[in-house]
C-alpha cells in the first residue's frame, strides 16, 4: 500500500482496515478458538493461578499471537503489588 | 512421462474456481500440451457452459466411476483446441456418488495420456474438496482481494496442509488496480502478508472474462484481453517457466500510458 494511501488525513484507508481485520480473525480461525472461548479461558486461568498467588484480576490479558508459521498463547499476568516481605523473619 | 494433476480449489464460492480452470486447461492446450479438464462439482456442473460444451454431453464423471461407460466415452474434446477436453460432472447426483479414491484412480488413469489433467473443486470444504485434493500434485487456490474470500482461502491452505498437498499456489483473481492505488481494495502484497503461501499470478477483473464465458469461449484466445494474458502467464508458470509478474496498470491502454508518461515527465 502506497505512503499516500496511510498518510490520508491520519485516517486508516479501507483496504488497511481489511487486513488488520483479516489477520485478527484468522488468529482465532488458526487455533480454533473464538474471542468468547479466549474470554473463558482466560477467566478459568485467573481462577487457578488466584488460588496459588495473588494477582491483580483487571490487568490481566491473554491474546493469540503469530508469526509465519508459529501461533503462540500469550499471557499476561501481572501480581499484585505487595510490601516486599524480603528479610521479615519467618 | 506422467501427467500432472492440478486441482483448482477456493474454499469460497464465485471467486472464479470454474473460470480460472477452463482457461488455465485452454492456455496449457495452446501451448501444445495435452490437457483434459475434470469438473469434480457434482450436482452442479458448469465447467461445460463455460467451455461451450454444455451440448455435447452424453456420458459423465460418475457413469465413468460406476462403469456405465468407458473413460474415452466421457471426455469431450474442446471446438477449437486440438487436445484439449473436458470430463463433465454429473447434475443429478450429489458428491457421494464419487469418493477420493475413485478419483485418484481416475486421475492415474489419466495420467498416461495427458501432460495436464485439471479439477475443478466444488466450493466448500467438505466430500467435493476432498475428492477434488485427493489426486492433486499442486493444489491451486484462488481468492478475491476480499475479507471474506481471503478468510475461506485461509481455512482451505490449513486444510490442504493437512492433507500433505501443500504448500499451495494462490491465485488473486478479479483485482482492481484503480481501487488499490485509492486504498479501498487489499493489493497482492497485503493478500500475500496474510496468507503467507506462494503466488502463482494475479488476475485483474475484467469484463471480457463475462463476455467471452458468455459465448463458451475461451477468453485466454483473446489476445486483447488483460485477464487471459494474466491466465496464459500463470499457465506458463505452472508449467515450469519463469514468468516475470506483470506490474497491474502495466497494460491500462492509451490514457494509463499517457498519464504515465506525463508523471514521469514531470517527476524528471
Not at chain 1, 494477582?55 to 508459529?70: A, G
Not at chain 2, 477434488?132 to 482481494?145: E, F, L, R, S
Not at chain 2, 494475479?202 to 494474466?230: H, M, Q, T, Y
Request: charged share 30%.
Amino acid at each position: 500500500m502506497s505512503l499516500r494511501n496511510q498518510l490520508r488525513f491520519g485516517r486508516p484507508s479501507s483496504a488497511q482496515t481489511a487486513k488488520e481485520r483479516l489477520k485478527l480473525v484468522l488468529v482465532h480461525d488458526r487455533a480454533g478458538l473464538s474471542p468468547n472461548r479466549l474470554e473463558a479461558l482466560k477467566d478459568e486461568l485467573i481462577d487457578v493461578i488466584s488460588r496459588h498467588i495473588e494477582i491483580d484480576k483487571h490487568s490481566v490479558r491473554v491474546s493469540l499471537t503469530r508469526d509465519r508459521n508459529q501461533q503462540r498463547l500469550v499471557a499476561d499476568i501481572p501480581l499484585t503489588p505487595v510490601p516486599s516481605r524480603r528479610g521479615r523473619p519467618r | 512421462m506422467s501427467g500432472k494433476v492440478a486441482t483448482i480449489t477456493s474454499g469460497k464460492g464465485g471467486v472464479g474456481k470454474t473460470t480460472a480452470t477452463a482457461n488455465l486447461g485452454a492456455a496449457l492446450a495452446n501451448m501444445g500440451l495435452r490437457v483434459v479438464c475434470i469438473d469434480a462439482d457434482i450436482g452442479l456442473r458448469n465447467l461445460d457452459v463455460v467451455m461451450g460444451l454444455e451440448n455435447r454431453i452424453v456420458y459423465d464423471l460418475v457413469d465413468v466411476v460406476e462403469g456405465r461407460c468407458k473413460l474415452r466415452q466421457a471426455m469431450i474434446r474442446d471446438k477449437r483446441l486440438e487436445e484439449f477436453y473436458l470430463i463433465p460432472a454429473a447434475q443429478t447426483r450429489d458428491k457421494t456418488a464419487v469418493s477420493p479414491q475413485d478419483m485418484i484412480r481416475l486421475s492415474d488413469e489419466l495420467r498416461a495420456d495427458f501432460d495436464w489433467i485439471l479439477i475443478d473443486s466444488p466450493a466448500g470444504i467438505e466430500r467435493g474438496f476432498r475428492n477434488a485434493i485427493a489426486p492433486a500434485d499442486i493444489v491451486v487456490i484462488i481468492t478475491n482481494p476480499e475479507v471474506s474470500a481471503v478468510r475461506d482461502a485461509d481455512r482451505i491452505i490449513g486444510l490442504v496442509e493437512a492433507e500433505d498437498k501443500g504448500p499451495g499456489k494462490l491465485i488473486i483473481n478479479r483485482v482492481k488496480p484503480e481501487m488499490i492505488k485509492r486504498g479501498d481494495m487489499l493489493g497482492t502484497d497485503d493478500v500475500l502478508d496474510v496468507l503467507a503461501i506462494d503466488l502463482v499470478g494475479v488476475v485483474p477483473d475484467d469484463e471480457s472474462v463475462i463476455v467471452a464465458a458468455n459465448k463458451g469461449l475461451a477468453v485466454v484466445l483473446d489476445p486483447r484481453s488483460k485477464a487471459g494474458g494474466a491466465f496464459r502467464n500463470i499457465a506458463r508458470r505452472l508449467n515450469g517457466e519463469d514468468v516475470p509478474f506483470e506490474a497491474l496498470d502495466e497494460h491500462d491502454g492509451f490514457f494509463g500510458r499517457l498519464s504515465r508518461l506525463v508523471k514521469t515527465g514531470g517527476e524528471g
